[in-house]
């Protein structure tokens, strides 16, 4: 998959490592959405998590990438959705096999635990890697509960 475009959104704690990325894919010719937020004030991470899983949802050409302090609020509330397959990263390791084994469709970030430039490297081999299939896809398929 060639992603030309992402969703990306949030909490405050994320706020700064989000406008990193951001300005790195856009450097990369990559259109982004920002759901938000648009600045570092105390937000809730469910109302940027929300509007990013519904564009993926939307549209299956749209990566998502989330971030929030540790990565688990916001990766829950995406993972609410049965059509979005949310991935807790941080290590590009991580982020490979979750795309390659999962199909994961939006990578989450713990912007407390790791590092601008780790998460870029995140993010790009997020991007960058294609799902498997395979014996990969009859797990996939068991993921949704309806």
Not at 23 to 33: A, D, F, R, S, Y
């Amino acid at each position: 998959m060639d992603i030309k475009k992402i969703s990306i959104g949030s909490d405050h704690a994320g706020y700064e490592l989000k406008e990193i990325i951001k300005k790195h894919l856009l450097t990369k010719g990559i259109e982004v959405k920002d759901v938000g937020p648009s600045s570092a004030d105390s937000v809730d991470y469910p109302d940027f998590a929300h509007p990013v899983a519904k564009d993926v949802i939307k549209d299956t050409t749209i990566l998502g990438v989330l971030i929030c302090g540790s990565g688990n609020g916001i990766n829950m509330t995406a993972n609410k959705y049965q059509e979005i397959r949310s991935a807790l990263c941080w290590k590009p390791e991580i982020a490979e096999l979750a795309r390659l084994h999962n199909n994961a469709n939006i990578i989450a970030l713990p912007a407390r635990f790791i590092n601008n430039e780790e998460a870029i490297k995140c993010v790009d081999v997020f991007l960058a890697t294609d799902f498997e299939g395979g014996r990969h896809q009859n797990r996939v398929n068991k993921i949704a509960c309806c």
